[in-house]
């Protein structure tokens, strides 16, 4: 399983938005140039804060967002497009869109591998400075971020294999 942490950036108007940065300091600096803007209204001041467990199914798209889903039990991801659909095939709207957030992420975010789960903890512990980052863990180990109250979230792609 993909995970990844993100933020969630907030405007003084309390505006709610997602949003990937290749690391805190760069996030510092984009904000203190006057670069990240709320993608509602445009207002600045925007704090960041990490992302409410959530996770991203299907399914769950009509759930209301609920400020209280910190215990949303962890569940298998939406089915994935199988690997052996032949290349000339057209893409589907969700197979493009997949690829556009496989894209986002893997520009925004620090690839820490098989050390998810670890490098998770330490940034929610303070060990570490905290930063978007995505790596694989096994399904009970995501699980068990969640059960702790790290902000993990699966993705719906696999991770490049050449990457590690
Ligand atoms: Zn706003």
Redesign the pocket.
């Known amino acids: 399983m993909l995970v990844m942490i993100r933020y969630t950036l907030r ?5 709610e938005f997602d949003s990937w940065f290749k690391s805190a300091s760069a996030f510092d600096a984009l904000r203190a140039g006057g670069h990240v803007t ?6 600045g001041g925007v704090e960041k804060a990490l992302m409410a467990p959530r996770v991203r199914a299907g399914r769950d798209r009509a759930a209301p967002a609920a400020p209280d889903d910190t215990d949303t039990p962890a569940r298998d991801p939406a089915p994935q497009p199988q690997a052996d659909t032949p290349l000339s095939q057209p893409a589907s709207e969700t197979e493009r869109r997949i690829a556009a957030l496989r894209a986002h992420v893997e520009a925004n975010s620090d690839d820490v591998g098989l050390r998810f789960a670890e490098e998770a903890r330490r940034m929610h512990s303070g060990d570490a400075p905290a930063r978007a980052i995505h790596g694989e863990a096994k399904f009970d180990e995501a699980r068990a971020l969640i059960d702790e109250g790290v902000p993990v979230a699966p993705l719906p792609f696999r991770r490049r294999r050449d990457t590690n």
């Open positions: 405007c003084p108007e309390g505006h709320c993608a509602v209204c445009g207002a």
